[in-house]
């Protein structure tokens, strides 16, 4: 890799720390359209955790969209690492949550009860297993990347991205655990292959291989998104009418229209940067500019799903 590469790399990354604060201006365009509902400081922490396991299922599905496409093993080892501080993290304000006591005033006993007694510990610990696996083996590849797999890395991050859903407010309703498990990957998959690419693709020539398949399948993803997220919101407000006089719904709404603008935007992109990257004629910086701004929007999206998923 020449010195222009790591150059590029590096305001990759650096573009791409935008993704905290538009997750966090999601959080809190939410908390504002739930009031007057209380506001649930877990979903700050909840963006992060759900943008950084977005991420590592990304960088890890890579392979898949292009087999010379090899993610970066650092980078993978320290947003797991990030990944699983935060679900921990989680696991602690759902805890004080179920105790019914501020954060700060969490017994250590109290919060053991909950990680033994409580379904919601207990998928906790799975999640954090899950995370930490994570962690481990990608450290352990970043030293031995030769012999590394990112498909062990594939399976456990997509089971921790799964298993929080499967038991929330969904979990009650026919299929709902399904459909809301669908509606999890479908969009981590979406986020976090864009995100991935932007951190990853350095050239001219690159993008020109990989955004149309990510195009190819970002297609099928936001079609999926699209319609579990409509069938899920409309068994959970049970109507038309609490879209607007619930917290609950202001917010679902919100997030619908997030929605409609990156299917409007995606359309634009199929049409005025797909085409021109994949015949040579866009430079790496005006794509990865492009990219950045979908990840952005997308981010603002999770940032309103996170407060969606602790919102009563």
């Not at 007057?36 to 759900?50: G, L």
């Amino acid at each position: 890799m020449n010195k222009g590469q790591r150059t590029t790399g590096g305001s990759n990354a650096q573009a791409l720390l935008l993704v905290v604060p538009a997750g966090l201006l999601g959080v809190a365009l939410a908390l504002i359209l739930a009031v007057p509902a209380p506001a649930e400081t877990e979903a700050v922490v909840r963006v992060i955790a759900d943008c950084a396991g977005a991420t590592v299922l990304g960088l890890a599905a890579l392979p898949r969209l292009h087999d010379r496409l090899r993610p970066p093993w650092r980078a993978l080892a320290v947003l797991a690492g990030i990944w699983c501080v935060t679900e921990f993290t989680v696991l602690v304000f759902e805890a004080a949550g179920v105790v019914g006591v501020p954060v700060g005033k969490l017994t250590g006993g109290q919060f053991g009860n909950f990680l033994v007694e409580i379904s919601g510990g207990q998928v906790g610990i799975a999640v954090l297993v899950g995370t930490g696996a994570v962690a481990c083996y990608s450290t352990l590849a970043f030293r031995r990347p030769e012999t590394a797999s990112t498909d062990l890395v594939l399976v456990f991050a997509a089971v921790a991205l799964a298993l929080r859903p499967i038991t929330g407010h969904m979990s009650q309703q026919p299929f709902g655990s399904v459909l809301a498990a669908v509606h999890a990957l479908a969009a981590a998959a979406w986020l976090g292959l864009l995100v991935a690419l932007a951190l990853v693709v350095r050239t001219r020539g690159e993008w020109a291989v990989a955004l149309p398949r990510y195009s190819a399948v970002a297609l099928p993803l936001v079609g999926v998104v699209a319609v579990t997220g409509i069938v899920n919101g409309l068994v959970r407000v049970g109507g038309i009418t609490p879209f607007v006089t619930t917290g609950y719904g202001r917010i679902l709404l919100a997030k619908t229209l997030v929605l409609v603008g990156l299917l409007a935007l995606g359309w634009w992109w199929r049409r005025s940067w797909v085409p021109i990257a994949t015949n040579h004629r866009m430079l790496a910086e005006s794509s990865l500019r492009r990219a950045v701004i979908e990840v952005v929007v997308m981010s603002v999206a999770f940032g309103l799903a996170a407060t969606l998923a602790v919102t009563a």
